[in-house]
Nanobody, 124 residues
C-alpha cells in the first residue's frame, strides 16, 4: 500500500520554527516531484512549496518565500519542509503530495498521492 506520512507538526509561538517530514512507503518517489500544501479552517487547500525529482528545482508560494525551505532525501524516500519565522497565518493542516511526474507544479491536480496531514498551530 502506497502511503505518505507527515510528521513534525505542533504548536509553536510566532517567530519560532518547525521542521515537517513526509516519509513515503510502498513505492519509491525518487523520480516524482513532491510538494507541500496547507489548508486552514474554512479555506481552500493552497500550494506551499514543491521540489523536483532531483532536488535541483524548487517553487514557493509568495507567502512563504524566504521563510520556508523544501528539501528531499531520495535515499530515505523522504521530503522535508523547514519552516522559520512562523506567523499565526501559517496555522493550518500541512499535507505532502507526490506529483505525477518529475517537474515541479503549483496546481493540486498535478498531484495524485496525498498524505493525511499534520497540524501546525502558530500562536501570537
Amino acid at each position: 500500500q502506497v502511503q505518505l506520512v507527515e510528521s513534525g507538526g505542533g504548536l509553536v509561538q510566532a517567530g519560532g520554527s518547525l521542521r515537517l517530514s513526509c516519509a513515503a512507503s510502498g513505492r519509491s518517489f525518487s523520480y516524482n516531484a513532491m510538494g507541500w500544501f496547507r489548508q486552514a479552517p474554512g479555506k481552500e487547500r493552497e500550494f506551499v512549496a514543491a521540489i523536483s525529482w532531483s532536488g535541483g528545482s524548487t517553487l514557493y508560494a509568495d507567502s512563504v518565500k524566504g521563510r520556508f525551505t523544501i528539501s528531499r532525501d531520495n535515499a530515505k524516500n523522504t521530503i522535508y519542509l523547514q519552516m522559520n519565522s512562523l506567523k499565526p497565518e501559517d496555522t493550518a493542516v500541512y499535507y505532502c503530495a507526490a506529483d505525477r511526474d518529475g517537474a515541479t507544479s503549483y496546481g493540486l491536480d498535478a498531484y495524485n498521492f496525498w498524505g493525511q496531514g499534520t497540524q501546525v498551530t502558530v500562536s501570537s
